[in-house]
């Protein structure tokens, strides 16, 4: 959930306000690496790409600015950065600018109809002293604003690449009336690319005009909450069509991007959506088509949990695996949990239980890491340090989040930086906070090292951020993200969650950086009992080690595993009389010695 965070309003704000080789083509996966501009289709990633996201109304009261991405070193750490929200218009279905409050009324269908901040984009004015380059702006220059310090950022850091990110969680009520028809997806496709990429930004203000904001945006982020679900915000329209026309969607604003990027010198323009981590969101997409479309899909993996509900019990907002202590109602219409590790399989595996089909490229999913903290107040103790508690309701709103249930990093020190409050969840991999009052979910420097284990284990993508707007002025969560993610897999990538259901609690000290290996701990080969989205079954682990490539009975129907060759995701084996699916590229490493976030999925006996 891409949700509209509640601006703190500047004194001098006039505007309203708002509630493997595509590596090699974009000098993606190590922050500002070389920078070319061959143009393809999707294609993967070399496995720890760094996105975040910069929300347009960081401008006003928290006085984030696009030169703190500079200042604070944050820019220099990033691959793709996402400017959050485009709107869609509501009766003409296209890409459009305007300076219109956003009602922050969850249940008012129409908060965010024609909604948006031109002011903030491009026409805010900005002095020398908050300027990234230094140079205040001027009142006869083609655009100011947000925009143009994008603009300069990308000068700074040519690497960098920059996304217009269309929709969230307020914006995203006519997406499915904008992908109902070919008609209609080409509008919309056709509006975003002119007024986005072209930069036809509309005269506002004096500021705009044709091809003023040209240059700034290499691609376009969709950020549809949801395809065909009605667990959108209040009066988001949404259909059984859905599924298929979010297919066609993307399929357009590919086409339409390759076409710009051909005839501009060959550039390859970026396509990226943000995507749901529920099993009862995901099984109204695609997901077996949307992958030669996108060159990244970021997993929304948090908001699982949070003070919606306001008594309890008290749970993770991201948990990495399945607990067999979850007290937490199971997705409907099945039977299992929320859980980082089911959505990544469901993605990429399929579940049947929900009628999902798999079949997306592990190697262009990201995981979501929240910059900020869901909690509760009135929390007892119950011998778990809160965990799985009641509530009395949501934590008091913080200054500056303004938000109750919700705090950013930066608003929670004492709570979330300190030891003495800081426990962990061995089971679901993920730590939580805890002062006797409030209980708080969200990260620390064990849960992003657990996360980033599990996704180079599974050959994941990287990471995503939400919102930057949430840091601290020393960035300290996106400095253990970039270490984490940057770094290689852990010395073993053996077992999964925990055999049993207790939980470590009274832990002190869990939030020590550079705990390595965290997601390793566990039986080999074996699953907790319930945890979700898992393929193996406590199977693997069973060969002997230096047994051959040859198997067992002779009965399989695929050949015989073959330690010098090659295989790549799909590519199927037999060894040791049982059928075995690459999950992604592979040379030399033995099915049934990978363990379960190992590249080898176990299909069964022959």
């Not at 249940?107 to 491009?122: M, V």
């Not at 004015?125 to 604003?145: N, R």
């Not at 989040?401 to 426990?423: C, F, H, M, R």
Request: glycine content about 14%; charged content about 15%.
């Amino acid at each position: 959930m891409h949700f509209r965070k509640r601006p703190v309003v500047a004194l001098a704000a006039t505007a309203a306000l708002v509630g493997g080789s595509l590596a090699a083509l974009l000098g993606l996966g190590s922050a500002q690496a070389a920078d070319t501009t061959a143009t393809a289709a999707a294609a993967a990633s070399s496995g720890g790409v760094k996105i975040a996201y910069y929300d347009q109304w960081s401008v006003y009261g928290n006085a984030f600015y696009p030169k703190h991405l500079a200042t604070r070193g944050i820019a220099g750490k990033l691959d793709i950065l996402n400017y959050s929200f485009g709107n869609i218009h509501p009766t003409n279905l296209t890409c459009f600018e305007a300076t219109k409050a956003t009602s922050g009324n969850e249940s008012d269908p129409n908060a965010g109809d024609g909604g948006g901040d031109a002011f903030a984009d491009y026409q805010k004015s900005f002095g020398a002293a908050d300027s990234v380059d230094g140079v205040a702006d001027k009142w006869d220059q083609p655009i100011a604003g947000a925009f143009n310090q994008l603009k300069k950022l990308k000068a700074k850091y040519p690497k960098l690449k920059i996304n217009i990110s269309i929709g969230g969680w307020t914006y995203s009520k006519y997406f499915s009336d904008a992908a109902k028809t070919d008609a209609s997806r080409q509008k919309l496709v056709s509006s975003c690319i002119d007024q986005y990429i072209k930069g036809n930004l509309p005269v506002d203000g004096g500021f705009g005009g044709p091809g003023s904001g040209a240059g700034i945006f290499d691609g376009i982020d969709i950020d549809w909450e949801y395809p065909g679900s009605p667990n959108g915000h209040t009066g988001n329209h949404y259909s059984a069509d859905d599924k298929h026309n979010f297919t066609l969607l993307l399929a357009e604003f590919r086409k339409q991007l390759d076409a710009y990027g051909a005839a501009n010198g060959g550039k390859k323009m970026l396509l990226t959506a943000a995507l749901p981590a529920g099993q009862d969101k995901i099984n109204k997409i695609e997901t077996d088509k949307l992958g030669q479309y996108l060159d990244y899909a970021n997993l929304m993996t948090y908001d699982m949990h949070g003070a919606w509900d306001s008594t309890g019990p008290v749970y993770h907002q991201s948990p990495l695996h399945q607990s067999p202590s979850d007290p937490t109602k199971p997705i409907e219409p099945g039977a299992k949990k929320y859980s980082i590790d089911a959505a990544v399989n469901a993605w990429t595996d399929g579940d049947s239980e929900y009628g999902i089909a798999g079949g997306f490229p592990a190697d262009k999913l990201t995981l979501g890491y929240e910059l900020y903290y869901r909690g509760w107040t009135g929390v007892p103790n119950g011998g778990k340090n809160g965990l799985g508690q009641s509530a009395t309701g949501p934590a008091s709103a913080r200054p500056t989040s303004q938000q109750a249930g919700i705090a950013y990093y930066k608003e929670l020190g004492g709570i979330v930086d300190n030891p003495s409050t800081t426990y962990w969840d061995d089971a679901a991999k993920s730590a939580y906070f805890y002062n006797g009052n409030e209980f708080w979910t969200g990260l620390d420097a064990k849960t992003i090292q657990a996360r980033a284990d599990y996704a180079h284990c599974k050959g994941l993508g990287g990471a995503m951020m939400y919102s930057l707007l949430d840091l601290d002025e020393n960035a300290t969560l996106l400095n253990k993200i970039s270490d984490a993610v940057g770094g290689g897999a852990p010395s073993s990538c053996g077992g999964g969650s925990t055999t049993g259901g207790s939980t470590s609690t009274g832990t002190t000290g869990s939030t020590t950086s550079g705990t390595t290996g965290s997601t390793t701990s566990g039986t080999t080969g074996s699953t907790t009992s319930g945890t979700t989205g898992s393929t193996t079954s406590g199977t693997t682990g069973s060969t002997t080690a230096g047994t051959t490539g040859s198997t067992t009975g002779g009965s399989c129907s695929v050949a015989a595993w073959d330690r010098t060759k090659v295989y790549v995701g799909g590519d199927q084996v037999s060894h040791n009389g049982k059928k075995w699916k690459a999950k992604w590229w592979t040379l030399n490493e033995e099915p049934g010695t990978t363990g379960e976030w190992g590249v080898w999925q176990d299909l069964g006996a022959c």
